[in-house]
């Protein structure tokens, strides 16, 4: 009779820090796991702790606690299936991230990680020690190899794990979401399937930390590449995944078959969750955003709909002499279409005692930037002084554009905890405000419709600091900026390249220049959502006093 082994694979959202709440939820599905008759659950990489942790690992107390934790799991569920779960390790004095085996009652394998990634959002070389490749270790009738995520990347550890014996490669992953992540996975695993003639599952987790969404999008893969099993995207979920051993070694049964959104739907469904994670887990319940009757802020008005519930929003219209009748209107119709509170604050007042106030020290200088700005910043110090009054956080509404070239003002616009289209060029607010007026899933919490009216899509473009502004007044149009950007940030092309290309040099330059004069603003920026491998923040790191320049 042949031989078969039920794996669970638990695709979950752990919390930074949260080490009891995480253990509870392992052994909640360790329960269903147990009901199921499963040998085995599996959980994802740095599951107690959360991922990523950051410094927070390098702290002693936590460290402990977090091994402490996992220990008494074991303790916890020893009457029923095995469990595998990630977690920090002390071995010789040094750090690593491991992935512990419990079963009856004991820890009875530690694997230690190989490969520390050290690029992208990752810095794992600072904070952890390398270790030798591990061999597989035994469950029930099964030998299982564990590549730790990143060492699933890299085709030596699977191939060292395939000579010693495993006889399935199961790979726990803290892997963050950008576009077009979930083909580069499979891609890379099928890889690795090929090459050691393996079943492979690759088990991810969920859930928004900070910048980072990781998406699931989990995955079984039998010899030859073929796809057995697919969980989810964004989505927690529980599968169980039946093993039968035949002549020509081990197999998975096929399972569950979900569907992978196209990239404009995850990259809008990774907006949400970001923001709907960052909320929960930092204690907010309710957002607050300055609605313009602009485009970037309505984009961000209808995501914190999506995420929170419209009752959990409130939108505040901050009109000056400049603003016009039709943002107006547009932020009306905005505000209604989602269902969502709109308070007015007009700050014509206050702009007239800021004037006053500083007539004196002004007296002699002809008005321009500096008067502008007083506008957002007097719009910042509204919106704070509503975020502190009601304990509703307050979101900045700045597009990856504006971030870049530094077309937003600090202390004023750039107010705010989150910013969930910090990575989104305006080229792809533009697209995705469509997008969203013409899609409607059951995980938005917002309305369906076109709750984007056209005009706000279609007008040019204004932050309304003077009579009859538009962006394309101190900027090249949106589709020539954002190819220009796309090439010194997301490629790091030279100018000569982009010149190569058909853009004009002095606007090339002109765009750098800005890029790099904007840095301290960038420093000093609310965190947002990453959609791509070349977000500000961790994913691309400049020094703010620098001079060098392109000459190309």
Not at 254 to 281: N, Q, S, T
Not at 309 to 334: F, I, K, Q
Not at 375 to 383: E, H
Request: glycine share 8%; hydrophobic share 40%; charged share 20%.
């Amino acid at each position: 009779m042949a031989q078969s082994f039920r794996l669970t694979l638990a695709q979950l959202n752990p919390t930074v820090g949260a080490l009891a709440a995480n253990a509870a939820l392992a052994r909640a599905a360790w329960e269903e796991a147990r009901a199921a008759g499963s040998d085995m659950l599996a959980l994802t990489e740095m599951f107690i702790t959360g991922y990523q942790t950051q410094d927070l690992i390098l702290k002693p107390a936590f460290t402990h606690a977090a091994i402490a934790a996992i220990r008494q799991l074991a303790r916890d569920c020893a009457d029923g299936p095995a469990i595998g779960i990630g977690g920090p390790a002390m071995v010789s004095g040094k750090l690593h991230n491991a992935y512990y085996i419990l079963q009856a009652g004991e820890v009875t394998a530690t694997v230690l990680k190989h490969h520390l990634p050290n690029s992208d959002v990752f810095d794992e070389k600072r904070i952890f020690s390398a270790a030798e490749v591990n061999g597989p270790y035994r469950v029930g009738p099964l030998r299982i190899g564990t590549p730790i995520c990143e060492d699933a990347w890299h085709p030596d550890v699977a191939e060292t794990l395939a000579e010693t014996g495993a006889e399935i490669l199961l790979v726990p992953n803290g892997s963050p979401y950008h576009r077009g992540k979930p083909d580069l996975r499979l891609n890379l695993m099928v890889s690795r399937v090929v090459e050691t003639g393996l079943p492979l599952v690759y088990l991810n987790m969920v859930g928004g930390q900070d910048d980072q969404v990781f998406d699931g999008s989990s995955m079984v893969l039998n010899p030859g590449g073929e796809l057995a099993v697919q969980m989810p995207q964004f989505d927690d979920c529980i599968t169980h995944v039946d093993f039968v051993q035949g002549p020509d070694g081990w197999r998975a049964k096929p399972g569950l078959m979900a569907e992978i959104p196209k990239i404009w739907e995850a990259d809008y469904r990774a907006c949400v969750m970001a923001l709907a994670d960052y909320m929960a887990k930092t204690g907010f319940k309710k957002v607050l955003l300055g609605l313009s009757g602009g485009i970037d802020s309505a984009i961000v008005a209808t995501i914190a709909a999506d995420a929170l519930g419209p009752e959990n929003v409130r939108c505040v219209m901050l009109p000056s002499a400049y603003t016009s009748d039709h943002s107006l209107e547009d932020a009306g119709e905005v505000a209604r279409n989602l269902g969502c509170r709109l308070d007015t604050v007009p700050i014509g007042g206050a702009q007239e005692a800021v004037g006053a106030a500083l007539a004196p020290l002004f007296a002699g200088t002809e008005p321009g930037i500096t008067e502008e700005n007083i506008q957002s910043r007097l719009r910042g110090l509204m919106l704070m002084a509503l975020s502190n009054k009601f304990g509703e956080m307050l979101l900045t509404t700045g597009n990856k554009s504006e971030v870049a070239v530094g077309y937003c003002t600090i202390y004023g616009d750039m107010n705010g905890g989150y910013n969930p289209i910090k990575d989104m060029y305006k080229t792809r607010v533009f697209a995705t405000c469509r997008w969203r007026n013409d899609n409607h899933r059951p995980w938005m919490k917002g309305p369906a419709g076109a709750v984007i009216p056209e005009r706000v899509i279609t007008k040019p473009p204004s932050a309304e600091l003077r009579p009859d502004q538009t962006d394309q007044d101190s900027l090249p149009p949106y589709e020539v900026l954002d190819a220009i950007l796309d090439g010194l940030v997301d490629r790091e092309l030279s100018v000569a390249e982009l010149v190569a290309q058909g853009f004009d040099q002095a606007t090339v330059k002109k765009i750098e220049h800005l890029l790099y004069i904007s840095e301290y603003k960038r420093f000093q920026s609310a965190p947002g959502t990453r959609l791509t491998p070349r977000a500000f923040w961790l994913d691309r790191r400049y020094p703010i006093a620098m001079r060098w320049r392109d000459e190309g």
